[in-house]
């Protein structure tokens, strides 16, 4: 079937967080962020700004009701500078107006005095003076100091990738409105609505009953909205309380990016060695990651960096070691591979340069040192249900290898400025949290009197699909029209406590919680059935 919401998307009908009908005395957010990279604040005036026509007020660190740490896995990270400023960008001031155009302009009237102190953006400079975001950690497996002599070939390298924009075409984004009993529902363009809850909760000084966070979809996210979509929907809840008014924050583009993190960049330096049959005998890997000025999500980011540093072969010898940096960059964070993908490119330059130096194709030595069924990763899991031999044994047949290597052997010795080249990248990746607590959801299913079906869970919609699934599992398991089914908004009233949308998971976990969930449901209606009809529930299909 096709996606639900592309219709929508097409003729623009989609709602979207900048789509929502705004209410009366509705007033509009914009952040005046740090212009140094680092250093201590020495005065902030925001005179200049209050005096301009339509400003209402100007928030700062000072008016936190609560505690002004928006940080997740580690509580290192402020809603607004306090003393200091980490990086270029961070927010200081909001500047709250009755239209977004004077709050706009108005931020840029607030004087900010910053007494500068050291810049550092290198991860292996910050490592080296001993700014860590969190301790180093090492995966290791067999004899890594003595392998090393059954080599027939050692190359070493260094090797950097680079930070990576999410470019959403939604950008962050937030309207808070007061529910008239002290609390806040507040709209926010987020993979985790019940992380925006806590920490909403946490800076204003609430019980989390008391905030409620609501999700229509998403236009694009790629990991950049699961944690740093929460400093703007915190603040723009910041400024509802505390006037008593409905508040927006929508992020400009050139805002959002430099506010918020990217992909990690990391820095490595490897040693591969290997046997003369092109076995993968040994492999050392120290990684420098470079985290920006707040942890974010960079520890969990680390740790799979770990888990993925060997991808998809079996080495008997390792010892790899990351080092999360902090550097004076907007905290980095989430985004697709979650640190994978920079451990597999180390593993596969490493492949890389020994294949140059052998001459013989990468390809080859990746075959040789495929996963096997019951091979050991470094921290101790079984490679079950292996396939990966079958896989690229198929991928050679269909796409007939041999043939396109030896095409473009023959380009490369015709032409002398264009060169032709075919990389094989094989991939092992692991879905779900590496926090296996997070690995959760739940449904809330009713069914209406008219036959109707409503449903909520903790999934966010965010352009992969998920809805369209959910309305399919509900749909099989009730033998029903798929247009008998609505998908409802992810709400921490309905569906609370839910892990972020994250992970690859968002559709396993919340279809399996919602196949539960239906099921349950449909027994009860076959009970029902059968004591009218006189049958058991077991004959009724």
Not at 226 to 252: F, H, N
Not at 288 to 306: F, K, V
Not at 342 to 369: C, D, W, Y
């Amino acid at each position: 079937m096709n996606n639900r919401d592309a219709t929508g998307h097409v003729t623009g009908r989609s709602v979207f967080l900048d789509d929502i009908p705004v209410l009366k005395n509705t007033l509009y957010g914009a952040v005046t962020c740090s212009p140094s990279a680092h250093g201590r604040i020495t005065h902030i005036d925001t005179s200049k700004a209050m005096e301009l026509p339509g400003v209402v007020r100007v928030f700062t660190c000072k008016d936190i009701p609560g505690r002004n740490d928006i940080g997740g896995i580690v509580q290192d990270e402020t809603l607004f500078a306090q003393d200091e400023v980490h990086y270029c960008g961070q927010p200081v001031a909001l500047v709250v107006a009755t239209d977004d155009q004077t709050a706009r302009r108005a931020s840029g009237m607030v004087v900010i005095k910053v007494s500068e102190m050291d810049v550092i953006t290198d991860p292996r400079e910050a490592k080296e003076k001993g700014h860590l975001l969190i301790p180093s950690r090492t995966f290791r497996m067999g004899d890594i100091k003595n392998s090393w002599k059954e080599c027939d070939h050692i190359f070493e390298g260094r090797v950097e990738s680079g930070a990576q924009e999410h470019l959403y075409l939604e950008t962050q984004g937030a309207y808070a409105i007061p529910d008239g009993e002290g609390g806040m529902k507040i709209h926010s363009s987020t993979q985790g609505p019940a992380l925006v809850q806590k920490i909403a909760a946490r800076v204003l000084a609430l019980p989390m009953n008391l905030v409620e966070v609501d999700v229509t979809r998403l236009g694009g996210a790629f990991g950049g909205k699961e944690d740093q979509a929460t400093g703007v929907a915190v603040m723009a809840a910041l400024a509802s309380l505390l006037l008593d008014r409905p508040v927006k924050i929508v992020l400009q583009r050139g805002d959002d990016m430099r506010m918020t993190g990217k992909r990690h960049p990391y820095s490595a330096d490897f040693r591969i060695g290997l046997t003369a049959d092109l076995k993968i005998k040994a492999y050392q890997a120290v990684l420098y990651q470079n985290g920006g000025a707040a942890a974010d999500l960079s520890p969990a980011i680390m740790e799979r960096t770990l888990f993925h540093s060997t991808n998809a072969y079996f080495i008997p010898n390792t010892e790899v070691t990351v080092h999360s940096c902090r550097t004076n960059l907007p905290p980095n964070t989430a985004f697709r591979g979650f640190g994978a993908p920079q451990g597999m490119f180390v593993i596969e330059s490493a492949i890389a340069r020994a294949a140059t130096a052998l001459k013989v194709p990468a390809h080859e030595i990746q075959k040789a040192n495929f996963l096997q069924e019951g091979d050991e990763f470094q921290y101790g899991q079984r490679a079950t249900g292996v396939n990966l031999g079958k896989c690229y044994g198929s991928l050679a047949s269909d796409f007939n290898l041999e043939e396109i290597a030896r095409e473009i052997s023959d380009f490369n010795a015709r032409k002398t400025i264009f060169r032709k080249g075919m990389a094989v990248m094989p991939v092992c990746f692991g879905i779900s949290f590496t926090n296996t607590s997070m690995n959760q959801a739940r449904a809330l299913v009713h069914i209406y009197q008219d036959g109707s079906i409503g449903i909520s869970t903790g999934a966010v919609e965010m352009g992969q699909g998920v809805n369209t699934k959910l309305a399919q599992v509900a749909a099989r398991v009730f033998s029903v029209d798929i247009e008998r089914i609505k998908i409802g908004t992810t709400n921490t009233a309905r569906v609370a406590n839910t892990s972020p949308t994250a992970a690859s998971s968002g559709a396993d976990l919340n279809g399996n919680a919602l196949l539960i969930a239906s099921g349950k449901l449909l027994e009860r209606l076959k009970n029902i059935a059968a004591d009218k009809l006189g049958c058991q529930p077991v004959d009724i299909e």
